[in-house]
């Protein structure tokens, strides 16, 4: 069966550490201070900035007081892009037998409602940008 959408631990990661890096402008921060920050595994999340960074959402910084920064402006990223970075296109699901012309799209009672799911999920996550829920994140307490 599909599923109707998939917030995997690396997609949540990476919207995490994307808002630990838009409340943290002044300076770059390396992976174990991010990985620190979401009680996460760098290992697995210096994957997920290496994938942000291939899409150009943030880029890295060489030297002793290297690290992350974002690579454009909060304000024009969306977290559809973020999303997707991680997890690739958002699929719009009208069937959860993953059938590729379901036959009963609009008779069987929940195709439609799926696809509509799918279509607000997908909204949502294009118009919301970063700058708008970095502010809202607090994240957990810093540790130094």
């Known amino acids: 069966m599909a599923t109707l959408f998939k917030l995997s631990e690396g997609a949540n990661l990476a919207l995490h550490a994307m808002m630990v890096l838009a409340a943290n402008p002044e300076r770059p921060l390396d992976t174990v201070l991010v990985a620190e920050r979401l009680g996460a595994s ?3 999340l210096a994957k997920i900035l290496q994938r942000l960074t291939r899409a150009g959402l943030i880029r890295s910084v060489r ?15 969306h977290l559809l892009e973020i ?4 997890e690739g296109p958002v699929e719009i699901r009208y069937c959860l037998f993953d059938l590729p012309r379901c036959p009963a ?8 409602y ?31």
């Open 42 to 44: 760098a290992h697995h």
């Open 63 to 77: 030297g002793p007081k290297g690290g992350f920064r974002l690579g454009r402006d909060p304000e024009g990223i």
């Open 83 to 86: 999303y997707e970075a991680v």
């Open 105 to 112: 799209k609009k008779c069987c009672g929940v195709g439609e």
């Open 114 to 144: 799926l696809g509509k799911t799918g279509e607000e999920f997908r909204k949502l996550l294009k118009t919301q940008t970063l700058a708008a829920v970095a502010v809202r994140f607090h994240g957990p307490p810093k540790t130094s």
